[in-house]
């Protein structure tokens, strides 16, 4: 069974950009959670979709959105953005919400310059 | 302050000695408790989900432990190996609060 995707693996925008993330779960899970990790804040969590709907928000500012489609892929875009912005976005999966094994996807690592 | 405190931040250890990483948090409510291993440039991996009830939960070489009344957990690693090194990341869910993670290093 293929892992949970991410693309694209590496990214660079300049400020004030937006950028759109994809990811892939793994077949049959339903649920996608998205998380920023950076040195000094280490990981924090974005957001959980499942179902298609939002389910779970973490504290981050409304220019960090997303989306879940009816084949669980999902989306994570960020407008406007800031040199803080830079980090490695991750994705997991599971079958359902909370309590579940999530699964990691590589991530992407976006350089805001 | 974090609510969720992982020590020691880093640690050194031979090849086939054991080791305890330690997390207490204060944040709650609580869902349950994870600990995650992350390799360098790669996305964490699930190796123990605890819940309220349980003390103790093994992956392997891999033993957490959850007290809930101290709110203290543990992950205890036995006869490490060079590929145990790597970041080892708390979480206690439902609000998800992570730990800055303790940075493990095994040397041969």
């Known amino acids: 069974k293929a892992g949970v995707t991410q693309t694209p693996r590496y990214l660079i925008k300049t400020r004030g950009q937006q950028v759109t993330l994809s990811c892939s779960p793994i077949?049959?899970?339903?649920?996608v959670s998205w998380y920023q990790q950076t040195p000094g804040q280490g990981l924090q969590f974005l957001f959980e979709?499942?179902?298609?709907?939002?389910?779970n928000k973490g504290n981050f500012p409304g220019r960090f959105s997303g989306r879940q489609f009816s084949n669980s892929r999902s989306e994570m875009n960020v407008s406007t953005l800031e040199l803080g912005d830079s980090a490695l976005y991750l994705c997991?999966?599971?079958?359902?919400?909370?309590?579940?094994?999530?699964?990691f996807g590589p991530g992407t690592r976006l350089l805001v310059l | 302050k974090n609510q969720v405190e992982q020590s020691p931040q880093s640690l050194i250890i031979l090849e086939g000695k054991n080791c305890t990483l330690q997390?207490?948090?204060?944040?709650?409510?609580?869902?349950?408790l994870r600990w995650y291993k992350q390799d360098t440039g790669r996305g964490p991996v699930s190796l123990t989900i605890?819940?309220?009830?349980?003390n103790t939960k093994s992956n392997g070489r891999y033993t957490a432990t959850l007290d809930a009344d101290t709110k203290q957990s543990s992950l205890h690693i036995t006869a490490s190996q060079l590929s145990d090194s790597a970041s080892y990341i708390c979480?206690?869910?439902?609000?998800?609060?992570f730990g800055a993670g303790t940075r493990l290093t095994v040397k041969p």
């Open positions: 997991a999966s599971s079958v359902t919400l909370a309590g579940e094994t999530q699964y």
């Open positions: 077949s049959g899970h339903r649920s």
């Open positions: 979709y499942f179902s298609e709907t939002q389910r």
């Open positions: 997390c207490n948090y204060t944040v709650s409510p609580f869902s349950n």
């Open positions: 605890m819940t309220f009830s349980e």
């Open positions: 979480v206690v869910t439902f609000y998800m609060r």
